[in-house]
């Protein structure tokens, strides 16, 4: 018996990329944006998983991590896992939500050299791990793809207060405003069975 050391990579299926509009209650989605006003944002430069291994440029404020980061002075973490949970289990009522795994917000500017490009949060075959995209200001989509590499699968258009939920291994890109010149979302990671 000869036993492969290499592993596949998961096709993306669009059924597991689950849209929600409105997601927080109004009240609370004009106090995250309020907010977010005042995020300190910290520059990051990294170079891209994609091919060719381009530099991507944004902007991020971590408020939790699991384990690393747990800094909520706004005190935005209760409000947002108690949405998050409420809304997870209206579009999937058999789901069983664990903890949260990472909060953050997360920023991309308009402009050359601010491309954002394809990658996955997660790189282990972990179907249980789900990351949210709650979008806030600007414009400018997600886009996701088939595999690493792979065939464009879809792409979600901004709305403020729209949320997108897929699997964490999922190639997927955040795509650069076009309006205007910075971008703005929450980036959210649960445990889910």
């Given at each position: 018996?000869?036993?492969?050391?290499?592993?596949?990579?998961?096709?993306?299926?669009?059924?597991?990329?689950?849209?929600?509009?409105?997601?927080?209650?109004?009240s609370?989605?004009?106090?995250?944006i309020?907010?977010?006003?005042?995020?300190?944002?910290?520059?990051?430069?990294?170079?891209?998983?994609?091919?060719?291994?381009?530099t991507?440029?944004?902007?991020?404020?971590?408020?939790?991590?699991?384990?690393?980061?747990?800094?909520?002075?706004?005190?935005?973490?209760?409000?947002v896992?108690?949405?998050?949970?409420?809304?997870?289990?209206?579009?999937?009522?058999?789901?069983?939500v664990?903890?949260?795994?990472?909060?953050?917000?997360?920023?991309?500017?308009?402009?050359?050299?601010?491309?954002?490009?394809?990658?996955?949060?997660?790189?282990?075959?972990?179907?249980?791990?789900?990351?949210?995209?709650v979008?806030?200001?600007?414009?400018?989509?997600?886009?996701?793809?088939?595999?690493?590499?792979?065939?464009?699968l879809?792409?979600?258009?901004?709305?403020?207060?729209?949320a997108?939920?897929?699997p964490?291994?999922?190639?997927?890109?955040?795509?650069?405003?076009?309006?205007?010149?910075?971008?703005?979302?929450?980036?959210?990671?649960?445990?889910?069975?």
């Open positions: 018996m000869s036993i492969s050391n290499t592993m596949t990579t998961p096709t993306a299926s669009i059924d597991n990329i689950i849209v929600f509009d409105d997601f927080f209650e109004q609370e989605f004009d106090d995250i309020s907010k977010s006003e005042y995020v300190p944002w910290k520059y990051c430069e990294v170079v891209s998983e994609s091919e060719g291994s381009p991507e440029r944004f902007m991020t404020w971590n408020i939790y991590e699991e384990g690393t980061v747990h800094f909520d002075p706004m005190q935005l973490m209760d409000v896992d108690e949405q998050c949970r409420k809304q997870i289990q209206n579009k999937k009522p058999k789901a069983i664990h903890d949260m795994k990472r909060l953050r917000f997360n920023g991309t500017m308009q402009g050359k050299g601010y491309t954002m490009w394809p990658h996955a949060d997660i790189h282990e075959q972990q179907e249980t791990v789900w990351t949210i995209v979008y806030l200001k600007g414009d400018g989509g997600t886009t996701f793809y088939k595999e690493k590499n792979g065939d464009l879809t792409t979600v258009d901004f709305k403020p207060n729209r997108v939920m897929f964490s291994m999922y190639w997927h890109r955040a795509d650069s405003p076009r309006d205007n010149y910075f971008r703005t979302s929450m980036g959210i990671v649960y445990m889910i069975d």
